[in-house]
């Protein structure tokens, strides 16, 4: 299965993201986790990014298109991947479309999960991530069992540094701006499916897994 998951800051990409994968076995490419990476661990990449990301601006195309590339090419990817948060302009898809050629591969389907503005406000200001595993959280709507504490490995959840209000409301007008377009890229494309990401979790992936013909 080769897919993209589309959808504005806190549409519940990575989560659902997070679900496909165990279910179709296919790894899951966020160029967001990607690049928080190359931060934590001080690359040159990442020492570039971080200022970008902090402000909620786009990293520049060529640094992602690059990342990307490199990632399709892995063995894992060779029976599909889901894609979260890439591509976000224009010419990250017609950079992201170039390199399936090459590979011969074709997308399966694009999920763009849509959701209201203030929801998504008050989805990002209640992310918690955990600092050990990575696992996501949202202290109303997906609470761990103890306050701060992961339920899988007990690791201290914490607050994503561009999860501030300010941050989030440029990372807003961003989306609108350069990647709202390809909600229509890909409708041209023919490969478009729109869900309603304003549903609760579990019926946001009953949804998915229905446009994908598979079952849960
Ligand atoms: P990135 O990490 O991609 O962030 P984003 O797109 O802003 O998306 P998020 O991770 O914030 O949201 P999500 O949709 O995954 O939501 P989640 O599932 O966590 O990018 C960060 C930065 O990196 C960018 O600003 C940019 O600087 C850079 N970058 C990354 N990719 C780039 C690219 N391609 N080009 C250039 N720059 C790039 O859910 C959010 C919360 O809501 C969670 O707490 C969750 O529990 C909760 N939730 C989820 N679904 C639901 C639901 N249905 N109901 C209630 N709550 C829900
Ligand atoms: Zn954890």
């Known amino acids: ?42 690359t040159p990449m990442g020492v570039k990014a971080k200022g970008f990301m902090d402000a909620g601006d786009l990293v520049p195309d060529e640094v992602v298109v690059g990342i990307v590339e490199e990632r399709l090419q892995k063995e894992d990817c060779a029976s599909g991947f889901i894609l979260d ?32 503005t203030e929801a998504l406000v008050m989805r990002l200001a209640g992310r918690r991530t955990c600092k050990a595993c990575g696992a996501g959280y949202h202290i109303e709507f997906e609470p761990p069992q103890k306050d701060g504490v992961c339920d899988k490995c007990g690791g201290e959840l914490i607050q994503r540094d561009d999860d501030k209000e300010e941050t989030i409301r440029n990372r807003m007008a961003v989306y609108l701006e ?33 446009i994908l013909q598979v079952s849960e």
């Open 1 to 42: 299965m080769k897919l993209i998951l589309l959808g504005p800051p806190g549409a519940g990409k990575g989560t659902q993201a997070k679900t496909l994968v165990e279910r179709l076995s296919v790894p899951q490419i966020s160029t967001g986790d990607i690049l928080r990476a190359a931060v934590k661990e001080g």
């Open 85 to 116: 948060g890439f591509p976000r302009t224009v010419p990250q898809a017609d950079a992201l479309s170039a390199t399936l050629t090459t590979l011969g591969k074709e997308l399966d389907s694009v999920i763009s999960l849509e959701v209201d």
């Open 178 to 210: 350069q990647t709202l377009p390809l909600v229509d890229y890909y409708e041209k494309a023919g490969v478009l499916a729109q869900v309603d990401g304003m549903l609760p979790i579990d019926e946001v992936r009953a949804a998915i897994f229905e």
